[in-house]
């Protein structure tokens, strides 16, 4: 797997649609690795100890690998390859592999009124 995302431009037209797709990737995080890649835009960037707040819809798929997730309403779950993560708007989540096994994981955000 080659590491990649990509986040998107959007417009007032492109929100009028309803659904607009912000970002996309895939990212592979060895085993005892920094998670995530520092090179996220700051807005996206968290760590285990500051949880974030996305002003955005994400789901993100793990194909490989476990670890952890947890929300404002959602206590702390395991993460194993095939699990789906929902996140909504606007709610503090924080999200991390287990350092012994990493993950493989892909995701797209994406915001609009027809969600």
């Given amino acids: 797997m080659n590491n990649f ?17 912000l970002n996309v990737g895939c990212t592979r995080i060895k ?27 994400q789901v993100i798929y793990i194909t490989n690998g476990q670890g952890i ?18 996140l909504f708007p606007n709610e503090k989540h924080r999200y991390k592999p287990d350092s012994k096994t990493g993950w493989d994981e892909y995701w797209v955000g994406t915001k609009g009124n027809v969600i």
């Fill in 69 to 86: 997730f947890e929300s404002e309403r959602c206590s702390q779950v395991k993460v194993k390859a095939g699990t789906i993560i929902f």
């Fill in 31 to 57: 085993a005892a690795h920094d998670y995530p890649y520092k090179s996220h835009p700051s807005h996206h960037n968290f760590n285990w100890k500051n949880w974030r707040r996305l002003e955005e819809y």
């Fill in 5 to 21: 995302y990509k986040y998107l431009p959007f417009s007032k037209e492109d929100e009028s649609w309803g659904l607009t797709v």
